[in-house]
């Protein structure tokens, strides 16, 4: 068992954040909830809806940064149970394998994927989850959507900075076809 370290000294303030995202790629995670029935079959994919700082209403996957000593599968947890509560229960394997590793660039058109504040690195997983779900943070709403609902292209395209690229690939990863 891995002993519980004290990381609240390796937190960076925010100015210390934007200087470090100015140089250098940041690890992030970026999970795709779903509901497995059990025989094994995907039934519904979750998705975030936030408010965009511009206003506009996106839906969104679950991502955020890996903490300077923290292991890709307890950050997973952490940000599942932070953007869907203590009770989502997330099954994470024990040795979690990405199902893609997106290169997120603040130029857009290098990648599918754009985020203007930084260079992001994020190790994308496929994460079955079983309690009970609610949005939390500044998350407005959880939409559990079958996967043929997730595939369609319009709600895609609602989705910004790739997140509907991701999507899209999180689906294939399962076996479903793009629409």
């Known amino acids: 068992m891995q002993p519980d370290l004290d990381r609240q000294e390796a937190w960076l303030s925010h100015e210390e954040l934007d200087s470090v995202r100015g140089r250098v790629p940041i690890l992030y995670v970026a999970a795709v909830p779903v509901r497995v029935a059990d025989n094994g079959e995907v039934v519904a994919v979750g998705l975030l809806l936030r408010a965009s700082e511009t206003g506009h209403m996106e839906r969104e996957l679950i991502a955020g940064r890996v903490n300077y000593h923290e292991r ?4 997973l947890v952490r940000h599942l149970e932070k953007d869907l509560g203590p009770m989502a229960l997330p099954s994470v394997p024990a040795s979690p394998v990405p199902f893609t590793v997106a290169e ?11 985020d203007p504040r930084q260079h992001a690195v994020a190790l994308s997983f496929v994460v079955p989850v079983r309690g009970d779900c609610a949005p939390q943070q500044d998350a407005l709403d959880l939409a559990w959507l079958t996967p043929d609902e997730a595939g369609q292209t319009g709600l ?4 910004s900075g790739g997140h509907g690229v991701l999507l899209r690939q999180a689906l294939a990863h399962l076996g479903r076809s793009a629409f």
């Open 72 to 75: 890709v599968r307890d950050a």
């Open 104 to 114: 997120f660039f603040p130029t857009p058109g290098v990648t599918p994927f754009h």
């Open 156 to 159: 895609q395209a609602e989705m």
